[in-house]
């Protein structure tokens, strides 16, 4: 049965959720999980034409967080940070030219929740007049009305990172239906979404994973994925520990499958080789912020550069694209590539 759901994957027929399921529960290092991971890395490399893309994220500001999601250094609950503390406007420029140099494909602002929106938007001029016209910008923000999205769009963002995490509003205490609105307000913008399924705990049913799987798909983004949560010591959800990344692994390839050729990227963090191997084709350096960093510079400990990056995905064998993101390149509905052919992938 798991074979034959394989196989419907991999000619490009939408799975159902009871056997995105099945699929989930496969045993990890059987057959099955192995048939799995290679025949994601297949659809991976056939939905983006073999090219993987880095993707590099600015960190702009460290702020205790009244939302509290509980798997976040930033939030109130876990007291990693008492301060507030803002990378200046020029230190943002300079790194944001830094990682347009060193050929990261898009580059992502990121704030914690609660951020002054129009000091964003000022800040994100500055950025966007730094760069070359047709370099990506990412805005990795707090939820927004349909008028903050249409502004995201005219400081020239080209779409926004968003997720209705595991346990939102269990583990969070922001609803779906909120972070479910912001997503509607960016497409009605014109933004592409990126999103992905995380942050993954041993805890995590199956029936949640497949339920944020299904969400990632219908939402129609640009790239979808898996991301596994780092524990932070000390607090309430670092007693399960941190998955494995041979089961993330398996769990990304699930969601490659489950997502289908339609929806070119699927992405992984933090990035390793057995992730990228096994159906991941973007992965993320970092700089400054990073809600799972307990140092304020995440560059001195967890982030990983762009050379990095591209050094993981070149021990997985994939060429890395040169240039601004196709994935956020394509326009909604059109992700396809242009030499992907259908009947191709189905005889091989
Ligand atoms: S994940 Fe975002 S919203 Fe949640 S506590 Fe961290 S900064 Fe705040």
Redesign the pocket.
């Known amino acids: 049965m798991v074979r034959k759901i394989v196989e419907n994957a991999l000619s490009g027929k939408l799975l159902k959720p009871d056997e995105i399921a099945m699929l989930f529960d496969v045993p990890l290092f059987s057959y099955d999980s192995s048939l799995i991971q290679s025949t994601a890395r297949q659809v991976c490399d056939k939905a983006c034409g073999s090219l993987a893309e880095i993707h590099a994220q600015i960190g702009l500001n460290i702020s205790p ?1 009244p ?3 509980r798997f ?1 250094s ?2 109130v609950c876990n007291s990693v940070f008492s301060g507030t503390e803002e990378l200046l406007i020029e230190d943002v420029v300079a790194r944001a030219k830094g990682f347009e140099s060193d050929g990261a494909n898009a580059i992502y602002l990121m704030t ?2 609660g951020y002054p929106f129009n000091r964003f938007i000022e800040k994100s001029q500055e950025v966007r007049m730094s760069l070359k016209p047709d370099t990506v910008l990412i805005a990795n923000i ?1 939820d927004f009305s349909e008028n903050e999205a249409k502004r995201l769009k005219d400081v020239g963002f080209t779409g926004i990172y968003h997720a209705i995490r595991m346990g939102e509003g269990r583990d ?1 205490t922001i609803s779906p239906k909120k972070r479910l609105q912001t997503f509607k307000n960016a497409m009605e913008a014109g933004l592409l979404i990126g999103t992905c399924v995380e942050p993954v705990g041993s805890e995590h049913s199956t029936d949640e994973l497949v339920e944020k799987t299904v969400i990632t798909r219908d939402i129609k983004p640009v790239f979808s994925g898996a991301m596994r949560r780092t524990p932070i010591s000390g607090t309430g959800l670092a007693k399960y520990g941190q998955v494995s990344q041979s089961r993330m692994a398996h769990i990304l390839a699930v969601v490659r499958l489950a997502t289908g050729y339609s929806i070119p990227g699927n992405c992984t963090h933090e990035p390793n080789v057995v992730g990228v191997s096994s159906g991941a084709n973007i992965i993320w350096a970092e700089t400054g912020a990073n ?1 799972r960093d307990t140092e304020k510079e995440t560059q001195q400990k967890r982030g990983l550069t762009v050379e990095q990056c591209r050094q993981i995905f070149k021990e997985a064998e994939w060429d890395v694209l040169s240039g601004p993101s196709r994935f956020y390149g394509n326009k909604r509905g059109q992700h396809m590539p242009m030499d992907f052919d259908y009947e191709q992938s189905i005889s091989n």
């Open positions: 967080c939302r509290n999601c976040c930033f939030a914690t929740a707090d969070t809600p």
